[in-house]
C-alpha cells in the first residue's frame, strides 16, 4: 500500500540532482555569470530546488536579500530563465540540462508566523500562570 502523505517522495537521484543544481545556481547568481539586466543576482538566495522524476525540469525556490521585491525579482527571473540555463550549461555534465521555473520561496515568512504563533501561545500561558 502507498503511502499517501502531504509531501511527495523524492528519490534519491532527484535529491541528488536538485542539491547539484542548487549549488550550480548560486555560484552562477554569486560570481554574476547569467549577466541578467536590470537585476543584482549577487543578492538572490537559492533556497531548495526540486527536480521532476524524468530530471528535465527544475523548480528552483529563490528569495532575494532581506525578503525585497521577491515578486519582481521571480518575474525578472522567469523572463531571462534562457541565459541563466545557458550559463547553467556550462557549469552540469548530466544527459539533459533541465529546464527552471524560478518560485518565490515563503517558507521564511511561514517560520515566522510559526514562531509568532508559539511566542504568543507561551505568553498566554504566562499570562494564566501569574493570575491562577
Known amino acids: 500500500m502507498k503511502n499517501k502523505s502531504r509531501y511527495p517522495e523524492f528519490s534519491q537521484r532527484q535529491l541528488r540532482v536538485g542539491e547539484l543544481v542548487k549549488q550550480k545556481l548560486g555560484e552562477i547568481?554569486?560570481?554574476?555569470?547569467?549577466?541578467?539586466?536590470?537585476?543584482?543576482?549577487?543578492?538572490?538566495?537559492?533556497?531548495?530546488?526540486?527536480?521532476?522524476?524524468?530530471?528535465?525540469?527544475?523548480?528552483?525556490?529563490?528569495?532575494?536579500?532581506?525578503?525585497?521585491?521577491?515578486?519582481?525579482t521571480v518575474s525578472i527571473l522567469t523572463e531571462y530563465a534562457h541565459l541563466v540555463r545557458k550559463a547553467l550549461s556550462n557549469k552540469l555534465d548530466i544527459k539533459f540540462l533541465p529546464k527552471i521555473a524560478f518560485v518565490e520561496d515563503k517558507s521564511f515568512e511561514y517560520a515566522e508566523k510559526i514562531e509568532r504563533l508559539i511566542k504568543k501561545n507561551r505568553d498566554d500561558e504566562t499570562e494564566k500562570k501569574r493570575y491562577n
Do not use: Q
Open 29 to 72: 547568481f554569486i560570481r554574476n555569470e547569467a549577466k541578467i539586466p536590470s537585476i543584482k543576482t549577487e543578492i538572490i538566495t537559492v533556497t531548495e530546488v526540486r527536480m521532476t522524476p524524468d530530471l528535465k525540469t527544475a523548480r528552483a525556490y529563490v528569495i532575494p536579500l532581506g525578503g525585497i521585491d521577491a515578486e519582481e
